[in-house]
């Protein structure tokens, strides 16, 4: 086994099943689809929601909102604490929906108070027909909100805070 398929091993395991398997029901928040892999959302904006997973594809989403919402996340939880020996950690994702819509990629860290976000510098972007979309941060301490160390880190990809629907067709996470 590699280093890198070490350090996200719990990711690749969790994106691996859903490769694998066909799952589906409603947007529950906060509650884990997989190990290390949920939704949370804004609980003031009423949010309904379902998602399927079907074989060879991660996510179809469908989301309705009562009012708007100031957040809504798919949080994937990285087996990456200490970031002292790479350069880079990133992402590849696959997307594609009805009408035009962005997606907005973070690392979020945990601290003492909390968390810090860490924003890619370009959004993902989907359209009617997938999209491939690659990028990475690199660690060597230029972002404020990427602490060398942290307790727990998740990939956050922030979805749309109106109504939408959108296919997840594949994410990869890697860091080297």
């Known amino acids: 086994m590699t280093e890198l398929s070490l350090m996200t091993a719990t990711s690749q395991d969790t994106l691996g099943t859903l490769r694998r398997t066909s799952l ?30 079907p ?26 604490e200490d970031l002292s020996d790479l350069g880079v950690i990133g992402f590849a994702a696959r997307v594609a929906a009805p009408h035009a819509l962005s997606v907005a990629p973070c690392i979020r860290s945990g601290t003492n108070e909390g968390f810090v976000d860490c924003f890619y510098s370009r959004q993902v972007a989907a359209l009617p027909r997938p999209l491939l979309h690659l990028d990475a941060l690199e660690t060597d301490g230029r972002h404020v909100g990427l602490p060398e160390a942290a307790p727990w880190r998740e990939l956050v990809l922030f979805l749309p805070t109106k109504d939408f629907r959108l296919d997840l067709h594949d994410l990869r996470v890697f860091a080297a």
């Open 24 to 53: 589906s029901g409603e947007i529950v928040p906060e509650e884990e689809i997989l190990p290390g892999l949920r939704f949370v959302t804004d609980p003031a904006a009423g949010m309904r929601g379902h998602f399927s997973s």
């Open 55 to 80: 074989r060879n594809r991660l996510f179809e989403i469908s989301v309705t909102h009562e009012r708007p919402a100031r957040w809504f996340g798919l949080h994937l939880r990285l087996d990456i």
